[in-house]
């Protein structure tokens, strides 16, 4: 009687796995709020160097005016002479004038970090990508000592207590730190209820529950934060809004339970049978005691018999001993990075298009319910490398005509139309690639490495996220710079795919030798949704390999 069997018994899509999933998506909510309070922060408007005569000048005459010389945002004026500017000849901006969008104050115009000071916020966002680095080695190793629960709470609580201490920021020290703190959350926040809904979720429903309720929660997380912004009108009032929400954790305890499986792995089999009569008694299924007792009698068993062999020292680095698990380990890693900092740089990328970007950041947003649905529907068809090479080679191509678009269109309603769809189209890809990438990398790397190695491809990834804010930082030189970037990396992304086995319908592999030898005979053009024959002869040379 292992722990499936019981939950089975218990009720495991009944009304605690309700209750569970709403719990889900409101941490996916304050998840998505969290992420991308620096983009909503930071969001800078058209803004003009201060002259005396612009005092009660019109800001189209303003703009006009600006759009004579060669960098409109940070020339210094002399003089305006015929409605034509004379440049000043020596110094720097110390004032400016700012186009608000719907008269938003952002970080960016209530600190002046424009032009030759705009690399601040740039700063701001690595350092919250570094805490993120930091939080997800901290936290995890909390979950494991102290139980995923509390852990969850502590790290809610951490990045909440970032944001608020944000807003009360007048210079680049305490910004950078406060980022730092609020980043600590960035990952675990979200994946450790992960882990407690994959539990307690029936296995034929977790696919489909997880995808809808991240799709839609998230979704409607990243659609009304820049409402919010807009509505409180300041950037400080919006990390308000931002973190207060995530006092609500501290109720969670009273709907849900403590992960079983981890209490299982630390014999704490009381507590887990605890919260398996308390699933029970929510679902209101009637679970015999001798369920329960055959319940830890068999873990105790299974402890005893594992103790005995000692056989489980595999280790993450040991990944790194065999040619080809080596390979591939690395190709996962590089992978990582592309992945993340591709989402990143996609999702964040909103200004100089043409449209306001609180608008543009809200409608595309949408895009997470498609993408969660494509995934549903296509990754057990096409395969996990198909999606994962088809998503990167497909957003790469989109990256880069948007980046032409934005180089050569003019201004013009319907160009900005355009763009805007390229854009929701660009986030489309990177969402698809960025949620079905976890899957892929847990499939391949071996069971008695599985935790390891998920976390620290996390870590990997989010420390090359740290260079997105410089990579959108770019646009300062050149607009279209940072989608001709990012699509560089995203088609050097799809090529390491192709070199990755698929594990569609393999037999996964559960130690470091399972993993060396894993899919030996493919070929790295191999896709199950092309040849049904090919397949079943894959199929059976695997299961002869193993």
């Known amino acids: ?3 499936d069997a019981v939950l089975e018994k218990c009720g495991n899509f009944g009304r605690y796995q309700f209750v569970l999933l709403m719990l889900y998506g409101y941490t996916n909510i304050l998840s998505s709020m969290h992420y991308f309070a620096q983009t909503i922060i930071s969001f800078t408007p058209d803004h003009w160097c201060y ?10 005459y303003i703009r006009d005016i600006y759009e004579q010389t060669e960098n409109p945002h940070c020339t210094l004026l002399d003089d305006i002479i015929a409605d034509r500017p004379v440049i000043a000849d ?75 201490l944000t807003s009360f920021v007048t210079s680049l020290p305490a910004f950078a730190l406060f980022r730092f703190v609020s980043g600590l959350s960035t990952d675990t926040l979200f994946y450790l209820m992960y882990i407690m809904v994959f539990e307690y979720l029936s296995p034929e429903k977790r696919t489909f529950g997880l995808n809808i309720i991240t799709a839609f929660f998230y979704c409607f997380g990243l659609m009304m934060s820049p409402w919010y912004a807009i509505w409180v009108g300041s950037w400080r009032y919006y990390l308000y809004i931002a973190s207060l929400p995530a006092l609500i954790v501290l ?43 055959q319940f830890r009698s068999y873990y105790e068993q299974k402890m005893v018999e594992e103790a005995k062999l000692n056989t489980n020292k595999d280790t993450f680095w040991g990944m790194f001993r065999t040619p080809r698990l080596r390979k591939y380990t690395i190709i996962l890693l590089l992978k990582s990075m592309v992945i993340t900092i591709s989402f990143d740089v996609v999702s964040r990328n909103m200004e100089g298009l043409g449209a306001s970007p609180f608008v543009l950041f809200s409608l595309t947003s949408v895009m997470y319910i498609p993408a969660g649905l494509t995934i549903i529907l296509l990754q057990n068809r096409i395969g996990r ?57 847990a ?82 053009h191999y896709f199950p949704c092309f040849s049904k024959e090919r397949k079943d002869k894959l199929e059976q040379e695997n299961t002869k390999t193993h």
């Open 1 to 3: 009687m292992d722990f």
């Open 51 to 60: 002259h005396d005569k612009f005092a009660n000048a019109s800001l189209s």
């Open 90 to 164: 020596v110094g720097d901006c110390r004032e400016w004038i700012y186009a608000y969008d719907r008269d938003y104050r952002s970080v960016t115009t209530d600190l002046n970090w424009v032009c030759n000071d705009a690399f601040k916020a740039a700063v701001g966002q690595s350092l919250f990508f570094i805490g993120s680095i930091v939080g997800t080695i901290f936290f995890g190793f909390l979950a494991d000592k102290i139980g995923r629960l509390p852990a969850l709470i502590l790290t809610t609580l951490t990045g909440a207590t970032g944001d608020f």
């Open 251 to 293: 109720i969670y305890p009273a709907f849900i339970c403590e992960s079983a499986q981890w209490l299982i792995a630390t014999e704490r089999y009381d507590r887990a049978v605890n919260c398996l009569k308390r699933v029970a008694k929510f679902n209101k299924r009637k679970v015999e005691e001798g369920l329960f007792l």
């Open 385 to 441: 490398k198909g999606m994962a090479f088809s998503s990167l080679f497909v957003s790469a191509i989109i990256v880069t005509i948007t980046g032409f678009l934005i180089a050569f269109l003019e201004r013009g309603e319907e160009n900005t139309i355009l763009l805007a769809v390229m854009v929701g189209l660009g986030r489309y890809g990177v969402i698809v690639s960025y949620d079905a990438e976890a899957q892929y990398a």
């Open 443 to 524: 499939e391949f790397i071996p069971t008695t490495v599985r935790g390891q190695g998920i976390s620290n491809i996390h870590v990997i990834g989010y420390g090359f996220a740290t260079l997105s804010s410089y990579v959108i930082y770019l646009a300062r030189y050149f607009k279209p710079l940072p989608s001709i970037v990012i699509a560089m990396v995203m088609m050097v992304g799809a090529l390491l795919c192709l070199a990755l086995p698929e594990t569609l319908n393999q037999k996964l592999p559960e130690t470091l030798k399972d993993g060396e030898e894993f899919a030996r005979n493919q070929r790295w």
